[in-house]
């Protein structure tokens, strides 16, 4: 995925278009966007940062856990096996990016309790519970069922300003792999050696 | 709870979310789940002073009743702490999955496997007498010998377990599994003296207790030293570690328990009683010098973990 | 899946909403709309939080505690339908007895925006003129209207963002994912960043687009008429970069003025005169043989001296130095000078661009306000100057230039031609809007009324939209005086939160909602609002429990097209699920409500009045419905759209495909040198409305009602009261700024939004200057107080940043709810309107809307530390 912070309003819509695909309960965001500020009044500089699982190809999470719920696929993207998860949360320790959300049990976002209070609520429990469990690890997956079903994941489908491009980037020729090339794209943390499989693009 | 922050009125703003450096939420007290995220801690502390006490009782000062405690806490009191821990217990067979890649798997490997060795080598004191060795005996030996080494794993693997995470700067030294197996021998010096002591006997050597525990101490507060000028010298993330050891909250637990309390303190104690002191007084207070050595073993791992922040993710600038 | 129009703001995205097990499982955008490319924002996505909220209304409440007040428990009783019609219609039945002018009612900006035309067609049936709009006073922009109205037909600007190549907002950040055409506005603004426009903002903070921008400019609170009357002066006096054939043109800038500062007319045919340079002598701005004017120069027409109005603005803007300007508004005198000649240079006068086959003006500078710049007690004049800098360069309503935002003018949908309208010139040659939401145009002036028969006496006025005067402490002095014989007497509030979204709360409750009788109020939560005030509360449906006519079209109060080339596109809303239940979408109450009340048929001819207006063309509805059928509001969404599109585009078409889109025309987006309008540099017909206006204030006997010498033809900066603050100790201006992740004052209690707001620095804190944090000892999450002159109060948390002027703090949203409906959003955020005072002092003399700055000052919170 190439996320172009030249084009982010830090909307947070994907914050919240994550939270509507998956249904993650209070607290776990698998998306989110972060606001960083540097510089003295007035040359201050503000950027909005979306983030999300970095999928990487050398990914620390995948590594550190003990129990091979943490799996990388073939394609490149990283998920969790939430019934073979046993909630260690080594992973969400080690992931340099914040990617990981530990979450003890489904909770209702209007009450807090595990009765859901509406028929939409009840229907968001039983959507996380398939999606994940209670007392483990889970993440960004790069709307993998999307993906496989040919649509692009929730975030870069909503996004308003179009800043998320997702694609092959072992392809050399795709949409992502020329943007990177063009506007140099960059990945965090390049010095952990997770090689990142998204990309940001330079707003300045 | 963890809702309690989002639907109560006060507006807290999640870890994930700042732009500066990130406290770790998973591992600790004042975790996700407040309170019970610190059996983590405890298995961790468990697990250090138990292998420890194991190494000290049966290498110094021959206590089988000691030892057995040592087994016990791991045995028992780790295994406990870690399931409660665990967000799913039920699958904690799943942990030893892994152990090419993840310090986990290897430390919970370690366990096992110092606990089958050091039972095994018990196991002809404690009643079991129909078993083919005793502990003097060459296979006892060897038995020991492996107890040993994997109550060293297991007092050690919890440093390269953090020491594993790149972005937690104050974590990623080599500093961690000395430290970790430091304390974890020191530790043992005090569960096996309150042990001994507790049992009503007497330890055979006081004299040769205070001394080694002299130089625990001393090698401690060294490493303690080394680790803050480390942070000092290190990236900003460090030093945002190191300011919140020194400068919040945390410090109470950190100097005050883990360093005055926990270092100092015995310190002084270990050279005063060797210079004057003799008899109960002298078992007074080292009986407390143990117990505040075993709060400020607690306190720098709680110190340690609560200080664990990640490096921001985008922490080159704008 | 049902496709629909979102309903979350007025940006109104066309939307896919799936359904599983009949609930509604997920929203997403439809990608061949022109309304959301296919996009959705936050507010959109939270949807379903909304409608399945169990907080929501779900049978109507009445009242039993006699006691009202903020604060007070109206200890709510649930009663049957039935109940509640026949309260509502017995009351109503009562007040139409008394006098029905004597009813007023408030709508919403927002969620029910596009209901609008029932709740005015009720109104008008019923016989009262009085209403306004909850948030008018904060959210909305009389100045910004106003002005919009009166140069772009308009109700607001925006950058033409295909082809603009420097943008300066003012106060606006428009393409940040809020506000009028939320998420269009976005991803065209986006795209223009990434063409490489360039964009300047003028801002005390560093609002989300000065955040992406190339440069900020931090700029005081209610000086930008300043800065802009300083970069005029540059542009025409200085660096001599101005569109002389457009002033010609296209505005009034060679009209003769004579010493009374009026037109100087021709005799007979009262035609305003210009300076004939090619003849050398007066000539009807009309003439047919008129090859160019005098845009300088004093000339003299039959012994009355005069000059060109243009000349005289221009030795008008003299006094406007940088230096004097920089002085007031805190920017350094160089960068208004760098700024000036950049927007002036960029706009490369005189050049022209090809566009299918079309040749026409290529401006590509914007000058764009909104909000920001406009909530401040000179802001009619603050808007003008701000938008002059565009009609001095022709940038309005070519390619490139300042667009107006809605259509001004359709040529009609391609199948029908109906749906048509445009501007046209009155016999003084100046543009009237044909297509407007409210009371009356903006331009011709509208003759007073004497005696005003409004309460809120905005008929004395000739502003396009409403006054707060009847909030005033002396409202009972001023309808006494103006012998206006009907008191408040019940009220219907629409959707609203009048006690959080109008100004200072007790100010409105204890001078203008105490004294109605009897307050009904549909919405979908118990408010505030309706905790403090009303007496019968009846749930309304949400957006996607309900059926609306039309939500992009025209720009009925929702602005909300895309801007510049693209297509038109005419989207219904639709009910997705059944209203959950006793939820009743409050369209289907009023129509009961009219055939309750005998109003059956002067209901049909107000809606046919409007329908004509706003959506053009006649239909004669008492014609199509059969005598005696009720009132029924699917057929009468069919019948309009069979009239509009045809007879194969009723209610059926609409409910299967959700939208009809054609394409824009050239003309219909580049209209300006189309049409043979003209707009005022020299505003000479404020002078001749303010004294008629004025001559009915001293006729009653209120001479100085408001300050008249602000009814002048010139632009000027005048000062807020906050400017002429002297106490030291109120050294901070606060001020106002639209979060993207919220609609106003509902959206805190949507669980989603509210998680992430809490999450974001800036959402619900108070921003403070670091170094001035420093100064009075606050750290980043202290609790402090904000306290303004006259002691009102707020409270919250502090975010430090260096993205604020030191001597400023930014609040944002309509937050700080402590209603018992509404507890998700209980205690989240600050309430900045308490802060803010509703009376003289800060209205606008001109244009009568709210000025909304304010000193204060800040002091840490002693108290505990729990939210």
Same mark, same amino acid.
Request: hydrophobic fraction near 40%; charged fraction near 20%; glycine fraction near 8%.
């Given at each position: 995925?190439?996320?172009?912070?030249?084009?982010?309003?830090?909307?947070?819509?994907?914050?919240?278009?994550?939270?509507?695909?998956?249904?993650?309960?209070?607290?776990?965001?698998?998306?989110?966007?972060?606001?960083?500020?540097?510089?003295?009044?007035?040359?201050?500089?503000?950027?909005?940062?979306?983030?999300?699982?970095?999928?990487?190809?050398?990914?620390?999470?995948?590594?550190?856990?003990?129990?091979?719920?943490?799996?990388?696929?073939?394609?490149?993207?990283?998920?969790?096996?939430?019934?073979?998860?046993?909630?260690?949360?080594?992973?969400?320790?080690?992931?340099?990016?914040?990617?990981?959300?530990?979450?003890?049990?489904?909770?209702?976002?209007?009450?807090?309790?595990?009765?859901?209070?509406?028929?939409?609520?009840?229907?968001?429990?039983?959507?996380?519970?398939?999606?994940?469990?209670?007392?483990?690890?889970?993440?960004?997956?790069?709307?993998?069922?999307?993906?496989?079903?040919?649509?692009?994941?929730?975030?870069?489908?909503?996004?308003?300003?179009?800043?998320?491009?997702?694609?092959?980037?072992?392809?050399?020729?795709?949409?992502?792999?020329?943007?990177?090339?063009?506007?140099?794209?960059?990945?965090?943390?390049?010095?952990?050696?997770?090689?990142?499989?998204?990309?940001?693009?330079?707003?300045? | 709870?963890?809702?309690?922050?989002?639907?109560?009125?006060?507006?807290?703003?999640?870890?994930?979310?700042?732009?500066?450096?990130?406290?770790?939420?998973?591992?600790?007290?004042?975790?996700?789940?407040?309170?019970?995220?610190?059996?983590?801690?405890?298995?961790?502390?468990?697990?250090?002073?138990?292998?420890?006490?194991?190494?000290?009782?049966?290498?110094?000062?021959?206590?089988?009743?000691?030892?057995?405690?040592?087994?016990?806490?791991?045995?028992?009191?780790?295994?406990?702490?870690?399931?409660?821990?665990?967000?799913?217990?039920?699958?904690?067979?799943?942990?030893?999955?892994?152990?090419?890649?993840?310090?986990?798997?290897?430390?919970?490997?370690?366990?096992?496997?110092?606990?089958?060795?050091?039972?095994?080598?018990?196991?002809?004191?404690?009643?079991?007498?129909?078993?083919?060795? *005793?502990?003097?005996?060459?296979?006892?030996?060897? =038995?020991?010998?492996? +107890?040993? #080494?994997?109550?060293? $794993? %297991?007092?050690? !693997?919890?440093?390269?377990?953090?020491?594993?995470?790149?972005?937690?700067?104050?974590?990623?030294?080599?500093?961690?599994?000395?430290?970790?197996?430091?304390?974890?021998?020191?530790?043992?010096?005090?569960?096996?003296?309150?042990?001994?002591?507790?049992?009503?006997?007497?330890?055979?050597?006081?004299?040769?207790?205070?001394?080694?525990?002299?130089?625990?101490?001393?090698?401690?507060?060294?490493?303690?030293?080394?680790?803050?000028?480390?942070?000092?010298?290190?990236?900003?993330?460090?030093?945002?570690?190191?300011?919140?050891?020194?400068? *919040?909250?945390?410090?109470?637990?950190?100097?005050? =328990?883990?360093?005055? +309390?926990? #270092?100092?303190?015995? $310190? %002084?104690?270990? !050279?005063?009683?060797?210079?004057?002191?003799?008899?109960?007084?002298?078992?007074?207070?080292?009986?407390?010098?143990?117990?505040?050595?075993?709060?400020?073993?607690?306190?720098?791992?709680?110190?340690?973990?609560?200080?664990?922040?990640?490096?921001?993710?985008?922490?080159?600038?704008? | 899946?049902?496709?629909?129009?979102?309903?979350?703001?007025?940006?109104?995205?066309?939307?896919?909403?799936?359904?599983?097990?009949?609930?509604?499982?997920?929203?997403?955008?439809?990608?061949?709309?022109?309304?959301?490319?296919?996009?959705?924002?936050?507010?959109?996505?939270?949807?379903?939080?909304?409608?399945?909220?169990?907080?929501?209304?779900?049978?109507?409440?009445?009242?039993?505690?006699?006691?009202?007040?903020?604060?007070?428990?109206?200890?709510?009783?649930?009663?049957?339908?039935?109940?509640?019609?026949?309260?509502?219609?017995?009351?109503?039945?009562?007040?139409?007895?008394?006098?029905?002018?004597?009813?007023?009612?408030?709508?919403?900006?927002?969620?029910?925006?596009?209901?609008?035309?029932?709740?005015?067609?009720?109104?008008?049936?019923?016989?009262?003129?009085?209403?306004?709009?909850?948030?008018?006073?904060?959210?909305?922009?009389?100045?910004?209207?106003?002005?919009?109205?009166?140069?772009?037909?308009?109700?607001?600007?925006?950058?033409?963002?295909?082809?603009?190549?420097?943008?300066?907002?003012?106060?606006?950040?428009?393409?940040?994912?809020?506000?009028?055409?939320?998420?269009?506005?976005?991803?065209?603004?986006?795209?223009?960043?990434?063409?490489?426009?360039?964009?300047?903002?003028?801002?005390?903070?560093?609002?989300?687009?000065?955040?992406?921008?190339?440069?900020?400019?931090?700029?005081?609170?209610?000086?930008?008429?300043?800065?802009?009357?300083?970069?005029?002066?540059?542009?025409?006096?200085?660096?001599?970069?101005?569109?002389?054939?457009?002033?010609?043109?296209?505005?009034?800038?060679?009209?003769?003025?004579?010493?009374?500062?009026?037109?100087?007319?021709?005799?007979?045919?009262?035609?305003?005169?210009?300076?004939?340079?090619?003849?050398?002598?007066?000539?009807?701005?009309?003439?047919?043989?008129?090859?160019?004017?005098?845009?300088?120069?004093?000339?003299?027409?039959?012994?009355?001296?005069?000059?060109?109005?243009?000349?005289?603005?221009?030795?008008?803007?003299?006094?406007?130095?940088?230096?004097?300007?920089?002085?007031?508004?805190?920017?350094?005198?160089?960068?208004?000078?760098?700024?000036?000649?950049?927007?002036?240079?960029?706009?490369?006068?005189?050049?022209?661009?090809?566009?299918?086959?079309?040749?026409?003006?290529?401006?590509?500078?914007?000058?764009?306000?909104?909000?920001?710049?406009?909530?401040?007690?000179?802001?009619?004049?603050?808007?003008?100057?701000?938008?002059?800098?565009?009609?001095?360069?022709?940038?309005?309503?070519?390619?490139?230039?300042?667009?107006?935002?809605?259509?001004?003018?359709?040529?009609?949908?391609?199948?029908?031609?109906?749906?048509?309208?445009?501007?046209?010139?009155?016999?003084?040659?100046?543009?009237?809007?044909?297509?407007?939401?409210?009371?009356?145009?903006?331009?011709?002036?509208?003759?007073?009324?004497?005696?005003?028969?409004?309460?809120?006496?905005?008929?004395?006025?000739?502003?396009?939209?409403?006054?707060?005067?009847?909030?005033?402490?002396?409202?009972?002095?001023?309808?006494?005086?103006?012998?206006?014989?009907?008191?408040?007497?019940?009220?219907?509030?629409?959707?609203?939160?009048?006690?959080?979204?109008?100004?200072?709360?007790?100010?409105?409750?204890?001078?203008?909602?105490?004294?109605?009788?009897?307050?009904?109020?549909?919405?979908?939560?118990?408010?505030?609002?309706?905790?403090?005030?009303?007496?019968?509360?009846?749930?309304?449906?949400?957006?996607?429990?309900?059926?609306?006519?039309?939500?992009?079209?025209?720009?009925?109060?929702?602005?909300?097209?895309?801007?510049?080339?693209?297509?038109?596109?005419?989207?219904?809303?639709?009910?997705?699920?059944?209203?959950?239940?006793?939820?009743?979408?409050?369209?289907?109450?009023?129509?009961?409500?009219?055939?309750?009340?005998?109003?059956?048929?002067?209901?049909?001819?107000?809606?046919?009045?409007?329908?004509?207006?706003?959506?053009?063309?006649?239909?004669?509805?008492?014609?199509?419905?059969?005598?005696?059928?009720?009132?029924?509001?699917?057929?009468?969404?069919?019948?309009?759209?069979?009239?509009?599109?045809?007879?194969?585009?009723?209610?059926?078409?609409?409910?299967?495909?959700?939208?009809?889109?054609?394409?824009?025309?050239?003309?219909?987006?580049?209209?300006?040198?189309?049409?043979?309008?003209?707009?005022?540099?020299?505003?000479?017909?404020?002078?001749?409305?303010?004294?008629?206006?004025?001559?009915?204030?001293?006729?009653?006997?209120?001479?100085?009602?408001?300050?008249?010498?602000?009814?002048?033809?010139?632009?000027?900066?005048?000062?807020?009261?906050?400017?002429?603050?002297?106490?030291?100790?109120?050294?901070?201006?606060?001020?106002?700024?639209?979060?993207?992740?919220?609609?106003?004052?509902?959206?805190?209690?949507?669980?989603?939004?509210?998680?992430?707001?809490?999450?974001?620095?800036?959402?619900?804190?108070?921003?403070?200057?670091?170094?001035?944090?420093?100064?009075?000892?606050?750290?980043?999450?202290?609790?402090?107080?904000?306290?303004?002159?006259?002691?009102?109060?707020?409270?919250?948390?502090?975010?430090?940043?260096?993205?604020?002027?030191?001597?400023?703090?930014?609040?944002?949203?309509?937050?700080?709810?402590?209603?018992?409906?509404?507890?998700?959003?209980?205690?989240?955020?600050?309430?900045?309107?308490?802060?803010?005072?509703?009376?003289?002092?800060?209205?606008?003399?001109?244009?009568?809307?709210?000025?909304?700055?304010?000193?204060?000052?800040?002091?840490?919170?002693?108290?505990?530390?729990?939210?």
């Amino acid at each position: 995925m190439v996320i172009d912070l030249k084009r982010c309003t830090s909307c947070h819509s994907c914050t919240v278009a994550c939270k509507a695909e998956h249904h993650t309960p209070p607290g776990v965001f698998w998306a989110k966007v972060v606001r960083l500020e540097s510089g003295k009044y007035p040359t201050v500089v503000r950027q909005a940062l979306p983030l999300l699982c970095m999928n990487c190809k050398e990914p620390e999470c995948e590594k550190v856990c003990p129990t091979g719920a943490t799996k990388k696929r073939p394609d490149g993207i990283v998920i969790v096996d939430s019934k073979q998860c046993v909630g260690c949360r080594y992973c969400a320790v080690a992931c340099p990016y914040g990617a990981r959300n530990f979450s003890s049990d489904w909770t209702d976002y209007f009450t807090g309790e595990k009765k859901p209070s509406s028929e939409f609520a009840a229907h968001s429990k039983k959507k996380w519970m398939k999606e994940s469990d209670k007392g483990v690890v889970s993440k960004c997956n790069f709307c993998v069922d999307r993906v496989e079903k040919g649509l692009k994941p929730a975030c870069v489908n909503a996004c308003p300003t179009e800043a998320r491009t997702f694609g092959d980037l072992d392809d050399p020729e795709s949409e992502v792999s020329q943007l990177i090339k063009k506007r140099r794209g960059m990945q965090l943390h390049p010095e952990y050696g997770t090689d990142a499989s998204v990309y940001y693009l330079p707003a300045r | 709870m963890e809702s309690s922050s989002t639907s109560s009125g006060s507006v807290l703003q999640f870890e994930d979310f700042k732009s500066g450096p990130r406290a770790q939420t998973e591992w600790g007290f004042g975790g996700k789940r407040k309170w019970r995220d610190g059996w983590l801690l405890m298995a961790m502390f468990l697990g250090g002073i138990g292998a420890g006490q194991f190494v000290v009782s049966t290498w110094f000062f021959h206590s089988v009743t000691s030892a057995v405690v040592g087994v016990a806490i791991v045995a028992v009191g780790k295994t406990v702490a870690h399931l409660l821990y665990l967000g799913q217990p039920s699958r904690f067979y799943r942990l030893f999955l892994k152990p090419r890649t993840s310090w986990i798997s290897r430390g919970l490997i370690f366990m096992i496997v110092f606990v089958a060795f050091a039972a095994a080598y018990l196991a002809p004191d404690i009643g079991f007498s129909w078993v083919p060795w *005793t502990t003097g005996s060459s296979l006892g030996q060897a =038995l020991w010998l492996g +107890a040993i #080494l994997s109550a060293s $794993l %297991v007092m050690v !693997y919890d440093g390269f377990v953090l020491a594993s995470c790149k972005s937690i700067t104050s974590w990623n030294t080599a500093l961690m599994p000395p430290l970790f197996f430091t304390y974890a021998i020191a530790g043992g010096v005090a569960m096996t003296y309150l042990t001994v002591t507790a049992a009503g006997k007497k330890i055979l050597s006081e004299g040769d207790m205070t001394t080694l525990d002299a130089i625990l101490l001393t090698t401690m507060f060294a490493l303690v030293v080394i680790y803050i000028v480390n942070m000092a010298a290190s990236t900003a993330t460090a030093r945002e570690s190191l300011r919140r050891l020194v400068g *919040t909250r945390l410090a109470v637990a950190f100097i005050g =328990l883990a360093i005055v +309390a926990g #270092l100092l303190v015995p $310190l %002084v104690i270990a !050279y005063y009683r060797e210079l004057a002191v003799e008899g109960t007084v002298a078992s007074v207070l080292l009986a407390a010098s143990c117990i505040l050595e075993l709060a400020g073993d607690l306190s720098i791992r709680h110190s340690i973990l609560s200080a664990g922040l990640h490096t921001p993710v985008f922490s080159e600038g704008l | 899946m049902v496709k629909t129009s979102c309903g979350m703001c007025y940006g109104t995205c066309t939307v896919d909403v799936h359904l599983e097990d009949g609930i509604v499982s997920g929203i997403e955008g439809d990608p061949d709309s022109p309304q959301g490319y296919g996009n959705i924002c936050a507010k959109g996505l939270s949807a379903p939080m909304m409608l399945y909220d169990p907080s929501r209304l779900n049978y109507p409440i009445v009242r039993t505690n006699p006691v009202k007040g903020i604060g007070v428990d109206p200890g709510w009783k649930r009663i049957s339908w039935d109940e509640a019609m026949d309260l509502l219609t017995s009351k109503l039945k009562e007040c139409m007895a008394r006098d029905p002018r004597g009813l007023y009612t408030v709508g919403s900006p927002t969620f029910p925006a596009e209901r609008a035309f029932n709740i005015l067609s009720f109104r008008k049936a019923f016989g009262t003129p009085n209403y306004y709009t909850g948030g008018g006073g904060l959210h909305c922009g009389n100045g910004a209207h106003m002005i919009g109205g009166i140069y772009h037909a308009s109700w607001s600007v925006i950058p033409d963002f295909k082809y603009t190549n420097l943008a300066i907002y003012w106060g606006c950040s428009k393409g940040h994912g809020a506000g009028h055409a939320a998420n269009v506005a976005a991803k065209q603004a986006a795209d223009a960043k990434a063409r490489g426009m360039r964009l300047i903002v003028f801002d005390p903070f560093l609002s989300t687009q000065a955040s992406t921008a190339e440069e900020w400019v931090p700029i005081k609170a209610g000086t930008d008429a300043a800065a802009a009357l300083a970069m005029a002066n540059l542009l025409v006096n200085e660096y001599g970069l101005y569109d002389a054939d457009y002033l010609k043109w296209k505005t009034n800038a060679g009209y003769l003025i004579g010493p009374d500062g009026l037109y100087v007319r021709d005799k007979k045919t009262g035609v305003p005169l210009v300076w004939n340079t090619g003849t050398n002598k007066q000539d009807a701005f009309n003439s047919k043989g008129l090859k160019d004017m005098a845009l300088e120069g004093d000339f003299e027409v039959s012994g009355v001296k005069c000059s060109p109005s243009f000349k005289i603005l221009k030795e008008h803007l003299k006094k406007y130095t940088p230096q004097y300007a920089s002085e007031i508004c805190g920017v350094p005198a160089n960068t208004l000078r760098r700024v000036a000649k950049d927007f002036g240079e960029e706009a490369k006068i005189g050049s022209t661009i090809n566009i299918e086959g079309k040749v026409l003006p290529y401006r590509p500078v914007a000058s764009i306000y909104f909000r920001g710049s406009q909530g401040h007690y000179n802001q009619a004049w603050d808007c003008m100057s701000l938008v002059l800098l565009n009609h001095f360069v022709g940038a309005a309503d070519v390619p490139g230039g300042a667009l107006a935002f809605g259509p001004p003018v359709h040529l009609g949908y391609p199948g029908t031609g109906k749906l048509k309208y445009s501007v046209e010139p009155d016999k003084d040659g100046l543009m009237v809007a044909s297509n407007w939401p409210y009371a009356h145009l903006p331009y011709p002036p509208n003759e007073p009324k004497d005696p005003p028969q409004r309460l809120d006496l905005q008929d004395l006025f000739y502003i396009p939209t409403y006054t707060t005067i009847m909030a005033w402490e002396n409202n009972e002095e001023l309808w006494q005086k103006f012998k206006i014989p009907y008191r408040p007497d019940v009220m219907i509030s629409f959707a609203t939160n009048q006690i959080m979204s109008v100004g200072n709360p007790k100010t409105l409750f204890e001078n203008f909602l105490k004294k109605f009788r009897f307050i009904a109020s549909f919405n979908i939560y118990s408010t505030e609002f309706e905790e403090a005030a009303a007496d019968l509360v009846l749930p309304d449906a949400s957006f996607l429990e309900r059926y609306s006519s039309a939500t992009t079209f025209p720009t009925v109060g929702v602005s909300c097209h895309a801007t510049g080339l693209g297509e038109w596109i005419w989207a219904i809303r639709q009910p997705v699920i059944q209203p959950m239940a006793e939820r009743r979408p409050m369209v289907d109450v009023i129509l009961e409500l009219s055939e309750r009340l005998g109003l059956h048929d002067k209901y049909l001819e107000a809606v046919r009045e409007w329908v004509d207006r706003a959506y053009g063309g006649d239909i004669d509805l008492k014609k199509v419905f059969k005598p005696g059928e009720k009132l029924n509001f699917e057929r009468l969404l069919d019948v309009i759209m069979k009239d509009r599109f045809g007879e194969d585009k009723g209610l059926e078409f609409f409910k299967e495909h959700g939208y009809l889109k054609w394409d824009k025309r050239v003309e219909e987006v580049y209209w300006r040198w189309f049409n043979d309008v003209r707009v005022p540099v020299y505003l000479e017909w404020i002078i001749r409305a303010g004294r008629k206006s004025k001559a009915v204030a001293e006729k009653y006997g209120v001479p100085d009602l408001v300050d008249w010498s602000a009814h002048t033809a010139l632009p000027d900066w005048r000062p807020c009261p906050t400017h002429a603050e002297k106490d030291p100790e109120y050294d901070l201006e606060g001020f106002y700024w639209r979060s993207a992740l919220h609609t106003y004052s509902m959206t805190m209690q949507n669980p989603w939004l509210d998680e992430v707001s809490q999450n974001d620095p800036y959402t619900y804190t108070i921003q403070v200057n670091a170094e001035t944090a420093k100064r009075k000892g606050v750290k980043e999450g202290d609790y402090v107080w904000l306290e303004n002159p006259k002691g009102s109060k707020a409270r919250g948390r502090v975010h430090l940043t260096d993205g604020i002027r030191p001597d400023h703090v930014a609040i944002a949203a309509n937050a700080g709810h402590w209603g018992k409906g509404l507890p998700r959003a209980k205690g989240k955020g600050v309430f900045f309107n308490e802060l803010i005072e509703i009376d003289k002092e800060h209205t606008c003399p001109v244009s009568l809307g709210q000025d909304i700055c304010v000193k204060l000052k800040l002091y840490k919170d002693g108290g505990a530390r729990s939210g």
